[in-house]
């Protein structure tokens, strides 16, 4: 329905998040082509408009609060902020979402639910300034999965390790997992998911209404079964994947348009010269009857060849005024042609600039259509070197892996070897006391025995 007195509202819930967030979307919240759509009359009141909700959605109208989203700079959409009771109170015609580009016939929005006992709807938290509401996307490196897990209200002076508790239960953690929190920021034109400081405040790491934490278990080393170890490099890689989706299917739709172009082909238009009138001054002779006759039938044969119509163009000058070789017929069409001859010369004219127009667009498009080609033949290069750069890739993270472990091992084996050192420079010294004492007891037992040995030198000089 394309109707003028409608407004296009298209509702997202965290089940659309649920379903769409790993599967058909990898990046920000929400495909709105995806989720449920209501055609509503735009005087209608938006609090009529949430009575139709709570039929459908089975969501009664006290527990419901709706989000607007926004286009930002960085190219993402995100829920911004919640309806006020002043704009619930006016028609569904003049809501608005916060964003320049957004068309006057649709509105997007996000139900926010909260589930008390037995997932019962309860009414949402109250909002106050500086709280902020952040989206939960978990990675799974060993299963290479990414999906949503929930959302959560935190303070904005608060610090996400306040928050690890919850984020946890949410992915179905232990308490004290020990888990990197990432933002992603934007993926166009290219992926920036940055690593979250868990000291600093949620303020303090720019997080806003809407924002985005992908989180994961920490690794602490390398894992040979996991292709892609942190959320940055899966979510470069899928980004990846889109890019390469995106220029194949392209290519291949030029090459369907290259081959229905080359099978409408082209036709040669004939060529053409100039024309010259002449008239005769005098009544040609016999002769020259003759040969303006001979001309006229050669004329008649193929008039498209090269400086043709200048020779009939003289012809008709000649026959038109032959009193003699010409029967009555003859010289009656002859007339007549002449008479209308600067129309044949006109139109023949314009059919030279016409055909010459034709040859100009063909070579044109002939040489378009070969610079598509050589295009593809360029993207088939650019998809065997990106595959070529992928496998050199793949080689590089086995020899990066190889070196962390290499270099893991030489950190262990020297902080043994630091080890080894201190205990060995700690025995060093408490062994030089020791040392010290035993040069002494030496010293003594060195002059007891020298005062031994003059006793006995003198002993024996005595006797000997």
Not at 2 to 19: C, F, G, T
């Amino acid at each position: 329905m394309d109707n003028p007195s409608y407004k296009i509202i298209r509702v997202a819930r965290d089940q659309d998040l649920i379903e769409q967030i790993g599967r058909d979307i990898y990046f920000d919240v929400v495909d709105h082509d995806r989720v449920r759509t209501f055609h509503v009359l735009k005087q209608t009141p938006f609090k009529l408009f949430k009575e139709e909700i709570a039929e459908v959605f089975g969501i009664p109208v006290q527990f419901q609060r709706f989000w607007t989203f926004a286009n930002r700079q960085n190219h993402t959409y995100r829920p911004r902020k919640p309806l006020t009771p002043e704009e619930e109170s006016k028609p569904v015609g003049e809501l608005k979402e916060i964003s320049k580009k957004a068309e006057e016939k649709e509105l997007k929005l996000f139900l926010e639910v909260e589930l008390g006992l037995h997932r019962r709807p309860v009414a949402p938290p109250v909002k106050s300034t500086e709280d902020i509401l952040l989206f939960f996307k978990l990675y799974d490196p060993e299963k290479g999965e990414l999906r949503y897990v929930g959302r959560l209200f935190v303070n904005s002076y608060a610090k996400p390790y306040d928050i690890l508790g919850k984020v946890n239960e949410m992915a179905g953690f232990g308490p004290n997992e020990e888990v990197d929190l990432y933002e992603e920021i934007k993926f166009v034109p290219f992926v920036m998911c940055e690593l979250i400081d868990r000291a600093a405040s949620f303020r303090t790491n720019q997080l806003e209404d809407g924002d985005i934490i992908c989180f994961q278990k920490r690794f602490v080393g390398a894992a040979e079964s996991c292709r892609y170890l942190t959320v940055p490099s899966f979510l470069e890689h899928i980004r990846g994947l889109q890019e390469t989706v995106r220029f194949v299917s392209y290519f291949n739709s030029l090459d369907e348009f290259i081959g229905a172009a080359e099978i409408s082909g082209s036709g040669e238009g004939p060529s053409s010269g100039t024309q010259t009138s002449h008239i005769l001054p005098r009544a040609p002779s016999s002769e020259e009857v003759e040969n303006a006759k001979q001309s006229l039938k050669e004329c008649l044969s193929d008039l498209f060849k090269l400086n043709m119509k200048d020779r009939l163009a003289s012809a008709l000058s000649t026959l038109s005024i032959a009193e003699t070789g010409l029967s009555d017929e003859q010289r009656s069409s002859v007339l007549e042609f002449r008479v209308n001859f600067d129309n044949f010369i006109t139109d023949y004219l314009t059919f030279e600039q016409d055909n010459s127009e034709y040859e100009l667009l063909k070579l044109q498009s002939d040489l378009l259509s070969s610079a598509m080609k050589k295009n593809r033949e360029t993207h088939l290069s650019y998809k065997e070197l990106s595959e070529k750069l992928a496998r050199e890739k793949e080689e590089l993270k086995k020899k990066l892996e190889e070196t962390k472990s290499r270099n893991a091992k030489l950190i262990s084996d020297w902080e043994a070897l630091m080890a080894e050192s201190k205990e060995t420079k700690s025995k060093y010294i408490s062994q030089k006391p020791k040392l010290a004492e035993a040069e002494e007891r030496k010293r003594i037992a060195e002059e007891r025995m020298s005062r031994s040995t003059a006793a006995w030198s003198s002993l024996k000089a005595r006797f000997l």
